[in-house]
């Protein structure tokens, strides 16, 4: 059985700060309901480098060009780009995705690069 946990966190003075108390507890309890001997893979990911708000902008233009052109609404365009650019997981039959407030530089400019190849593969000129 393969379980997996996504936290989200920040770092205060060297430690980790979770956003609420309900994200510390899953944090904890999350190791509690394996046996000893379990073997772990722990992947865990670091930036202090926010997305630029320009960043952003052009992101949601290119999505909102997007859904106009194909004909999906505005939520439903930026659901595929997410999933397009490997930022949704599913675990119980439940999907998470990133939001894109909380990517970073790199991530922002995956996620622009992958409407502009959706919007090549489409036709649409998004550059």
Known sequence: MKNHLYINATIVNGEIKFKSN????????????FPDDSKIEIFISANDKKGALTQLARL???????????????????L????????????????????????????????????????DFNGINLR
């Open 80 to 119: 595929q780009i997410k999933r397009r650019s490997g930022f949704c997981f599913v675990k119980d039959k439940i999907e998470y995705c990133k939001s894109f407030a909380d990517c970073d530089h790199e991530e922002l400019n995956l996620a622009i690069q992958t409407c502009i190849e959706l919007g």
């Open 60 to 78: 949601h233009a290119t999505i909102r060009e997007l859904a106009s052109d194909l004909g999906y609404t505005f939520e439903e365009m930026k």
């Open 22 to 33: 309900f994200a510390e507890n899953r944090f904890k309890k999350f190791f509690k309901q």
